[in-house]
């Protein structure tokens, strides 16, 4: 069952130090040389901002709001743009649920299968923009 309530509720517990995005990148960019190379020039302190507030947006998504913050992630993410391969969100996602782990002390096997479900028709909808 979806439960973006408890979702919500871990992010909130988890995020509010930096060194929850921090950790995140870290593990995120241990992935892949691939996925470390897409951020070699980027200012890791604004892009840890972004990504506070897209993962918030997913969350709120799967609450009840309107995808148009899921459709401009879409379309920025896509091939035309910024050409993040779909292949990636799988890291993406392991590298959330790991910092998850790490930062939430309530977090468990359940609540990892709520946060999956959670966020996966967002990133669905953000992945099926890719070649659009």
């Given at each position: 069952?979806?439960?973006?309530?408890?979702?919500?509720?871990?992010?909130?517990?988890?995020?509010?130090?930096?060194?929850?995005f921090?950790?995140?990148?870290?593990?995120?960019?241990?992935?892949?040389?691939?996925?470390?190379?897409m951020?070699t020039?980027?200012?890791?302190?604004?892009?840890?901002?972004?990504?506070?507030?897209?993962?918030?947006?997913?969350?709120?998504?799967?609450?009840?709001?309107?995808?148009?913050?899921?459709?401009?992630?879409?379309?920025?993410?896509?091939?035309?743009?910024m050409?993040?391969n779909?292949?990636?969100?799988?890291?993406?996602?392991?590298?959330?649920i790991?910092?998850?782990?790490?930062?939430?002390?309530d977090?468990?096997?359940?609540?990892e299968?709520?946060?999956?479900?959670?966020?996966?028709?967002?990133?669905?909808?953000?992945?099926?923009?890719y070649?659009?």
């Amino acid at each position: 069952m979806i439960n973006a309530d408890a979702v919500f509720q871990s992010y909130g517990r988890s995020c509010d130090k930096p060194v929850f995005f921090e950790d995140f990148y870290s593990n995120l960019l241990n992935k892949s040389p691939e996925v470390r190379a897409m951020f070699t020039n980027t200012n890791m302190e604004s892009q840890r901002a972004l990504v506070r507030g897209g993962v918030l947006w997913l969350i709120m998504h799967a609450r009840g709001m309107p995808d148009t913050k899921i459709r401009m992630l879409g379309e920025s993410h896509s091939k035309k743009k910024m050409n993040i391969n779909p292949m990636y969100y799988g890291m993406w996602m392991d590298a959330l649920i790991e910092t998850l782990y790490k930062h939430d002390p309530d977090f468990s096997k359940e609540l990892e299968e709520c946060w999956r479900d959670t966020l996966r028709p967002s990133i669905d909808k953000i992945t099926s923009m890719y070649s659009d």
